[in-house]
């Protein structure tokens, strides 16, 4: 994996930050490519009531999940952290007692979502023609959740040294497996909703299998040692503080799109279906625009472990017009594009109606987001996380959530989506304020510690 590895301590930065983005973006795309064959799986070969069935799931699935992942970047942070300081022993505790955290907490989730399917999507007033096909799928989907944060983990492992190609290319094998276990299950066996479940799962159990066989190959400081998987109580603390403030954010951002899932459902299956196929679209532009934050995290990480901090300050620039720039050309582009890209989902025209509404509603704005996740990142990266996470989980969700049990019964799709926009904008804001404070609180101790 050494060839794989980027300098991230000292020379040029532009350079090294594509080459470690551009694997993190191919990822994002290809995941999101092969989520989307589910999807349009669904809608061509089992019906839109199954496409409605799959868009239904998939913010209550990543409430669900998205604590738990969240705990994946404490461990990158904590990782990168001590190869800044170049602390090897620590790093083998850390790796071990991150694998240990996703094995346990896979476990839980796997258990626990056989109880909760049901309870879940019926208070989310999941259409009743749609709701037996919906819990299936997420009851079999929760089965390979230990495979997921498996896979999670030992991709933020192997970001923490800069090697963002491993995880892409046991994304590769597995999304081939995924595709072609999608149109053997549906297409071929006709199982409908169940056999895309199956299909993801199976495939998620194999990009788990390869990252951790990877990582005990391993000949460098994060190699996983099997007598290190257990409770390694002062790293795990160290990925916690980290993550869960982390997972926190994305879990309560989940439960507010839940509910706005919940608002578009009122307005029928036509409504869930087009909204399901649209946000296919954000997924592949915020993946682009997350790359950069990710990168923001790792390179900062590190530096900051080494006590570099304005080169600290500089990646963050530079991520952060990376994301600007490459997640408004896509927005646009896509917006434009929008019945072509729909197309590839359903040829229901009240479905493709609904669609392109969100997709001139949200994702058009889409790019405004950039300056609040790669300001998250960077300040998660110094070892600030809890800041960001209060600053998204007001600005992005309660924000949302007052919208939406605001919301007047006659109002249009467009009004209720317009929130998106809105909410970006005020996180932007904040985040802006509290990073300025911690950028000022840096450069103040920095000041006060040089000798007279």
Not at 34 to 62: H, I, Q, T, Y
Not at 106 to 112: D, H, K, P, S
Not at 316 to 325: D, P, S, Y
Request: charged letters at 10%; proline letters at 3%.
């Amino acid at each position: 994996m050494s060839k794989a590895n980027i300098n991230m301590l000292d020379g040029p930065l532009v350079k090294p930050m594509i080459y470690f983005a551009l694997p993190l973006i191919a990822s994002g795309l290809l995941q999101q490519s092969f989520n989307s064959v589910d999807v349009a799986v669904a809608g061509r070969f089992a019906g839109k009531e199954a496409l409605a069935a799959v868009g239904c799931n998939g913010p209550v699935l990543g409430t669900f999940v998205n604590l738990f992942l969240g705990l994946s970047v404490g461990a990158n942070v904590v990782i990168a952290n001590y190869i800044g300081q170049r602390n090897r022993r620590s790093i083998g505790a850390a790796v071990g007692g991150a694998y240990f955290l996703a094995i346990v907490c896979g476990i839980f989730l796997a258990v626990t979502s056989q109880f909760l399917a049901r309870p879940i999507l019926t208070v989310l007033d999941t259409p009743a023609e749609v709701l037996d096909a919906a819990i299936e799928y997420f009851r079999i989907l929760g089965l390979g959740m230990p495979f997921l944060l498996i896979y999670n983990f030992g991709a933020a492992v192997c970001r923490s040294i800069g090697d963002t190609r491993t995880p892409f290319y046991s994304l590769v094998v597995s999304g081939l497996v995924n595709v072609g276990l999608n149109f053997a299950f549906v297409a071929g066996f006709k199982m409908g909703v169940a056999g895309l479940a199956w299909a993801t799962a199976i495939s998620t159990g194999v990009n788990a299998a390869i990252i951790t066989i990877v990582l005990i190959r391993e000949k460098g400081d994060i190699k996983l040692d099997i007598k290190n998987i257990r409770w390694q109580r002062t790293e795990i603390v160290k990925i916690c503080r980290i993550g869960l403030p982390a997972g926190l954010q994305t879990t309560v951002f989940s439960i507010s799109n839940v509910f706005i899932v919940g608002a578009i459902n009122t307005f029928g299956a036509d409504a869930a279906a087009g909204s399901a196929a649209a946000i296919n679209f954000e997924f592949y532009c915020y993946f682009v625009m997350t790359a950069f934050a990710q990168t923001a995290t790792a390179f900062i990480s590190q530096n900051y472990g080494a006590g570099n901090l304005e080169r600290c300050h500089r990646v963050f620039r530079l991520c952060l017009i990376m994301a600007l720039v490459s997640s408004f050309v896509l927005n646009v582009v896509l917006t434009l594009l929008r019945r072509e890209c729909l197309m590839v989902f359903t040829a229901d025209p009240a479905v493709l109606v609904f669609g392109s509404e969100r997709m001139v509603f949200v994702l058009l704005f889409q790019f405004i987001a950039s300056y609040y996740e790669v300001a998250g990142s960077s300040m998660r990266g110094m070892g600030h996380s809890l800041t960001p996470a209060l600053i998204t989980i007001f600005g992005t969700c309660v924000l949302r959530l007052v919208w939406v049990g605001t919301l007047p019964a006659e109002a249009s799709f467009g009004l209720l989506l317009s929130i998106y926009p809105i909410t970006w904008s005020c996180t932007d804001i904040l985040m802006w304020i509290a990073f300025r404070r911690i950028i000022r609180s840096q450069k103040k101790s920095r000041h006060q510690s040089m000798p007279a």
